[in-house]
């Protein structure tokens, strides 16, 4: 479903991406790791296309999105949601009204179908009677809740999840990773996540790719991936957890 062929990116005249070659298997979770300021989340913005890249292709689908702009390029993004580091919440609006954001901005729907839709998505995702609260009156863990709420409710086929436990503590970010786990498993959509936790996103991803000095230095199934026999993979795993880190079947 995703695929990038030789992708560069230069951003204040520096190269970030170097000529990434990536395909991203279609229903699974891949997680992108690598040291801070690789380009992770640049990599996300040229999957959904918000950024374009200077050279190479971004295949969704069979459709070069690189060469897409205007009206061409939204309707591709429909298909897309992004969870951002912060959930990106309005703070004008209540749980509520942010989930049902992009159905009526985006969808054109009105009334009952937006209700249903929103209500099933808190419930899904834990908060079930938290409509009516404002983003301020909720803890990080509840807004990550929140805008993953707001990126399902668009029934997307293609999820993209930018460091989605960033500033929450252990458990918090546990709960937030089984959340995203359980949610990929039941409805099937393709995932793409950046994380840095590790060794956590080894018990919850199917595929691990690891962007190093602007290209991808490995792209593996999760079990295959803790085995590298490659020293600056391994050393850069050593640091969440101890080498060997145990295998774990990302499917138990």
Do not use: C
């Not at 459709?63 to 390029?73: K, N, P």
């Not at 399902?152 to 989605?164: A, G, R, S, T």
């Not at 393709?190 to 018990?203: D, K, L, Q, R």
Request: overall charge neutral.
């Amino acid at each position: 479903m995703i695929k990038l062929v030789g992708v560069t990116k230069r951003l204040g005249g520096q190269p970030v991406l170097r000529g990434v070659d990536l395909v991203i298997p279609p229903g699974k979770l891949t997680t992108i790791i690598g040291r801070s300021g690789e380009g992770k989340s640049v990599l996300l913005k040229h999957i959904i296309g918000l950024m374009q890249p200077d050279e190479g292709e971004v295949w969704i689908d069979g459709i070069d999105i690189a060469r897409l702009r205007g009206q061409a390029l939204n309707e591709i993004r429909k298909r897309f949601a992004m969870l951002f580091q912060g959930a990106a919440l309005f703070d004008s609006l209540t749980v509520f009204e942010n989930v049902a954001f992009p159905l009526r901005e985006k969808f054109r729907l009105k009334g009952a179908d937006v209700t249903r839709r929103v209500e099933e998505k808190l419930e899904q995702v834990g908060l079930s009677g938290m409509g009516h609260k404002f983003p301020a009156e909720l803890s990080g863990g509840m807004r990550k809740r929140a805008g993953l709420a707001r990126a399902l409710v668009m029934e997307p086929e293609i999820m993209l999840f930018d460091e989605p436990t960033t500033g929450l503590d252990p458990l918090m970010a546990k709960s937030i990773h089984d959340l995203i786990t359980s949610m990929q498993r039941k409805l099937g959509f393709t995932a793409v996540m950046v994380s840095h936790e590790i060794p956590e996103i080894f018990g919850i991803s199917d595929y691990v790719a690891m962007l190093k000095e602007g290209r991808i230095a490995l792209m593996a199934e999760s079990r295959e991936f803790q085995q590298t026999d490659d020293p600056d993979i391994r050393e850069f795993i050593s640091v969440g957890g101890t080498i060997p880190w145990p295998a774990i079947d990302p499917a138990g």
